[in-house]
């Protein structure tokens, strides 16, 4: 009986993820294999939700749509700050990342989309919302 990924396994493998076009994002292949817990956060829950299931020796691709993978690009997810109200007050510069505390201790990270003098928007979509995802795996072992 072959061994087969369930919600909440610790398991070996490789896994690329790519975009649509077949840019690369991540990958595990040529290099030393994964070992992840599922259930722990360490990998999107939507990437977990195609593992499970899948048999030891298995290799699957994924083509997630956008709605399917990071969900659509929400325009109602950026946001104009003042200068000032920006944390860090480090050197800002487009396409940088910044992180918000929250009143309640969270933390939240945001892309400068764009910067003037006055204002950035800070863009605070997961950086894949709204692409088109290909998520490959090959299972090597369920420990």
Known sequence: MSEVVTENSL???????ALADDSELVSTFGAKPATLQLG??????????????????QRTVFL????????????????????????GGGELREMA???FKAPNGAA????VREL????????????LAGKAIRFEVDVIGVL
Do not use: K, W
């Open 40 to 57: 722990s956060g360490e990998l999107a829950p939507v990437l977990e939700r195609c593992l499970v299931g899948l048999a030891v020796g």
């Open 11 to 17: 398991l070996t493998l490789h896994y690329r993820l």
């Open 97 to 99: 990342l910044i992180e």
């Open 64 to 87: 997630l749509e956008a709605e399917q993978a990071f969900g659509p690009h929400n325009p109602q997810l950026m946001q104009r700050f003042a200068r000032s109200e920006l944390p």
């Open 108 to 111: 939240y990270t945001g892309l």
């Open 116 to 127: 003037t003098e006055e204002n950035a928007l800070v863009d605070f979509n997961h950086p």
